[in-house]
Every structure is written in C-alpha cells, then in structure tokens.
C-alpha cells in the first residue's frame, strides 16, 4: 500500500494509529479500516486554446464501501496527487461517520493550476475528468461535490456530461449543482455558516462574546469567505484574510462585504488595498480570538501550534493541523480547537440532503435546508465535548474515535466477505 506515501497521507496515516491506539483496534483489523478500497488514476487529453493537446492526470479514491455510497469532493489544484487525494478521502470518512451520514469517503482531483486555464479549457477538463470517471461513480456508488478550485458550475457539467451518457438526467450524480440545475438551497454557504455556528458554540463554552471577537481567516475561497461574512454579520471583527495572491491585516477590522465585491468581480484578494498588506506566512500567529485556517492542508506544524495566540481554532481546511502540532496543542489548553472532521461538515451534511432531495425530487426551502444543518451539527459538537470531557482527550481524538468507531463497528456487524 506505498502508493499512498507523502507528506498527507503519512499524516492521515499517524492520526489513525493514534486513535487506533486510543480504541485499542487489534493491529491485523487496521490497515482493513485505513486502506483505500478502490484507486482510480486516469489521463484527461484535451484541445487547449493555443491548440496544442495538453494531457492533465485525475485521480478518485474510494476510501470505504460499508455504509452506502462514497462521498467528498473533486479537488483542482496543482498539489493534487494519489496521495493527498487518499488522505482527504480518509477524512471523509471519518467526518461522515461523525455526522451520522449514510456514506464513506472519497475524493478526487486533477492535477491543474485551474487559475491558468480559459473558462473554454476548464469546461472541457472537468467533462473529460468525469467522462473518465463514468465507470467508478454513480448514485448508489460515489458522489462528487466541489472541493477547492471547482465550484457550481464546474459541478454542472459533471452533472451533464454523466447525464448524457445516461440518456437521462442524474441530477443525484454530484452535489454543489447550483439551485437551477438540481442543487439545493444553501449548499454554497453550508460550509461556512457550519464554521461560524461551531465557533458560537465555542465562544459559548469559553464565556466569550461574539460582539467584538476578533478573527483572522486563511483562505477566502468559498468557505473562508463565507465564514467571514457570517462571523462579521454576527458581530465579530475580521481583522485579517488571506488567499493564494494576497494578504490583508487590519486591527481595527476589515471591511468583509467590500473584500467579497471584490473578489466576486476579480477572482482574488490581491488589488484590493495597497495599505494593508502583511505577511502571509506571520498571519496565523497574530493575536486574535477565532483563527480559521480555510485553505490547504498541514499550515500549522509544530512551531506554528506554539506560536499561536488564538482562543479557538476553526479547522475550516481538511487537515490544517500536523500531528506534531496536535502535540503541541494538547499541552496548550487554553487553545479551543474545532478539528476539521466536525468543523468543516457542514458542506456535506448539506450535500446529503441535496442528494436526498435529488432522489426523492422534492425540495426544501431554505429555513429547512439550515435548520436541519445546526441540528446536525449540534449533535456532534454535543457528542465530541461529551467523549473529550470523558476520556479525557482532546477535542480531535475525541471527534475522530467517534468516527472511526462507526466505520468499525459497521465492518465489523457486516463481516468479512466472502
Ligand atoms: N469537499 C468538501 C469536504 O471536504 C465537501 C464534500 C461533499 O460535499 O461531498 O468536505
């Protein structure tokens, strides 16, 4: 299984052990519960404008049949490669299992600058990707949503490339279709309104108030941004944000709706101010209450963990924080920290109920869409402080053994086959 090896799927590798330990799982039923069940790995050919014939590798991995169809994002980004694509299904997993959804994990990727290809370029990536994928998914066996660097429409034509071949339309072959096409009400948000109620629920627990706690947020694509919306339009103060092309830090606070007009007109945060701008690499360790890192995997490590002068920690990103830095944070108590198996649910719990919608062609409105969404969440915030308080363990081994537990009990009710 050295397929997989590299810097994330080691690390998805050493958190499992470590609550593998935790719940005493015999070591011949691990690698049963960490492996992948199935790895795809395809070629993507097509016509770029320039008119040469560019061939970009796309990947999915099945992390676990068990529970019904896999489920998880399909990722565009030049980091992509089997193993950070296993690892965030891994991830899945256990986020689902967490939030009680009726699904293993997956993810899937192509390995693509989506920031260099015209609109024409990446309409025809994303139908070849899924074209090619046609054998692996479906319905009842795997369903894409977006992930960083795809979107609504990148999931509409994966929605009508899968349905042409069909003869019929499937809108139920991915979710985060835009409402018109299938989707749901309150899909694109659902990520970030998850972060943000999570984080009330936290300040909650800390006696802290919402009204005038600073944050500081990384990543202002879909998630990251709508957590800033929603954490400013509920009192607190975005004193810092960041995106692959700029940084901006302002103690008096920024102004949130001016920085989403511009970004929806130019793509970025970059031209937005030259006053303000400030280290990329220093914004995680300024003093704020909520840090939310929201882009990419492993940005805190061990040094980063130390230097942290947060009161909660959201992990809107799938696996922002290191082992090395779980260390350092469970000797930092004062730290609160939202590990990203529950904190970033919300885009798939919202996921499932557009898939469920999808199947039974009847739909919510959004009150529903949202209300369904906090209760859901609230179980499993309920659950993780319940287990962590408990056992004594921090907040991350405690929502991760509840998702591992899942899985296993499941394998282990089902049997081994044949
Ligand atoms: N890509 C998102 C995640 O990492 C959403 C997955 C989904 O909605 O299926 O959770």
């Known amino acids: ?13 050493t958190q499992f052990h470590r609550i593998a330990d935790h719940l005493e799982i015999p070591a011949d039923a691990r690698d049963r519960l960490l492996y992948p ?26 992390h676990h049949l068990t529970l019904g169809p896999t489920k998880g994002g399909t990722r565009f980004a030049l980091s992509v490669d089997i193993g950070e694509v296993a690892a965030l299904a891994v991830w899945m997993s256990w986020k689902c299992a967490l ?24 309409e025809a990536l994303s139908r070849r990707y899924m074209q090619e994928m046609i054998p692996f998914v479906g319905p009842h066996t795997d369903v894409m949503a977006p992930d960083m660097g795809t979107n609504e429409q990148v999931m509409a034509w994966f929605m009508d490339t899968y349905s042409m071949y069909q003869g019929q339309t499937v809108t139920e072959i991915v979710t985060g279709k835009p409402v018109a096409t299938g989707g749901t009400l309150g899909r694109r948000e659902a990520t970030g309104r998850g972060v943000a109620y999570l984080i009330e629920r936290a300040l909650e627990r800390l006696d802290l108030p919402m009204t005038g706690a600073t944050a500081i947020i990384q990543g202002f694509g879909n998630v990251g941004s709508v957590t800033a919306a929603t954490l400013a339009s509920r009192g607190a103060r975005i004193i810092g944000v960041s995106d692959h092309t700029a940084c901006w830090f302002d103690p008096r606070g920024l102004d949130v709706p001016a920085l989403m007009r511009h970004v929806a007109a130019t793509g970025k945060l970059a031209g937005f101010s030259n006053q303000m701008a400030f280290d990329p690499a220093e914004l995680l360790a300024q003093p704020c209450d909520i840090l939310v890192p929201a882009a990419v995997e492993r940005v805190i490590d061990g040094a980063m963990a130390a230097r942290l002068q947060c009161r909660v920690l959201a992990e809107a990103a799938n696996g922002p924080t290191t082992p090395d830095a779980d260390a350092v944070l469970e000797q930092r108590q004062e730290i609160f920290v939202i590990p990203d198996i529950l904190c970033n649910a919300g885009g798939v719990i919202v996921s499932y109920f557009e ?27 309920v659950q993780v402080m319940e287990r962590a308080a408990r056992d004594r363990i921090s907040h991350r081994t405690a929502a991760m053994a509840i998702g591992v537990a899942k899985v296993r009990d499941a394998k282990d009710t089902r049997g081994l086959f044949p």
């Open 1 to 13: 299984m050295d397929i997989y090896s590299g810097p994330v799927f080691d690390m998805a590798r």
């Open 37 to 62: 069940k199935r790895a795809v790995a395809v070629a993507c050919p097509i016509h770029c404008d320039d008119g040469s014939l560019r061939v970009f590798q796309g990947f999915r991995v099945q």
């Open 99 to 122: 939030a009680g959804l009726p699904y293993g994990g997956a993810k899937g990727g192509v390995t693509v600058d989506p920031y260099a290809l015209s609109p024409r370029e990446l």
């Open 355 to 381: 898939w469920v919608q999808d199947l039974q062609q009847f739909f919510w409105d959004e009150a529903e869409v949202n209300d369904r969404l906090y209760r859901v969440l609230q179980r499993a915030f």
